[in-house]
């Protein structure tokens, strides 16, 4: 249902899966390789969109922010991003890099809030219209090996992060799943290969539709 734009790609995960770091490293290497590359984060891009992040995340809101509420906030910094970050840049010639997207919030607030899925979809349908990365990658890890990489970090856990692992659960089958209905337009890596195993698949997968 979604129309993907050349040259956009995101990466997923459930948190501790890694894909900051693979992110990092495919900013890194396409631009050795001559490409222009803009990056981000979602929630966030943009000063709007940063300050919904704050608000998202804030761990004082736990158990009070309605998944609707949840939902309508994470598409409203996700329309503000794309208008005022992906689509200037994907004019101006560069590689579009998003630490998260749309299939995040199908993931969490679908899956792991237990909202329509129809609606979760129609809504970004609405939010992104024919903004939509050409190629997502999921980083694969379960819901034990997440809180163990995340018990690792400095730090207080946000809003999200301090979820039980149970939602980490239905957010990775959630994935899992995603990867399975759009096997076009999504590549599922095991998150517990070596670095730069996962790495090397990331650039190839980019790669081959870069040359496409």
Known sequence: ???????????????????????????????????????????????ISEQIRSLLLDRTF???????????????????VISEV??????????????RFAFSTLAYQGYGRNLSLKKVNELSAI???NCFPELTIILDIDAKESKIRRSKRAGTPDRLEAEADSFFTKVQE???????????????????????EIHEKILSAVLSKLNN
């Open 86 to 99: 992906i689509l200037p840049a994907l004019q101006d010639g560069n590689i579009v890099l998003a630490d």
């Open 174 to 196: 959630g994935y899992r799943q995603i990867a399975k209905d759009y096997p076009d337009s999504v590549a599922l890596f095991n998150a517990l290969l070596p670095k730069e």
């Open 62 to 80: 736990k158990g009070k922010m309605d998944n609707t509420t949840e939902l309508l906030l994470y598409n409203a910094a996700r329309a503000q």
């Open 1 to 47: 249902m979604f129309c993907s734009t050349k040259h956009f790609f995101s990466l997923e995960g459930i948190d501790g899966s890694g894909k900051t770091t693979q992110l990092e490293l495919l900013a890194n290497a396409l631009e050795a390789k001559g490409y222009k590359v803009v990056k981000f984060r979602e929630p966030g891009g943009s000063i």
């Open 127 to 129: 939010t992104c219209e």
